[in-house]
């Protein structure tokens, strides 16, 4: 798999999540609990999988979230709030 591998070839820390399918560095196989109990996971899995694997298993309690990075069109609000810094930013030259 390509995204597993650096330009120079070289393999890349970590691995793929089979869950998510994000290359993660860290991989998690177990989740301890406050108490310290171990609770194995399989397959392993990168480390929001493994919190999300957590709330439902170990805590017991119901997804209440999901991981949503979609960004909506820009709002009339956010607009006048970005004006004064693009107005600074016009013809600045690093
Ligand atoms: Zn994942």
Redesign the pocket.
Known sequence: MADDYTAGNQRRRGMK?P????H?ETIFARVLDANGTAHPMKPP??G??AEAWAEQNVFNRPKSYVIDSRVGPTTAEEMVFFRPYEEQMHNFKP
């Not at 869950?19 to 994000?22: A, L, N, W």
């Open positions: 999540c869950i998510c399918g994000v993660s899995r990168c929001t999988c």
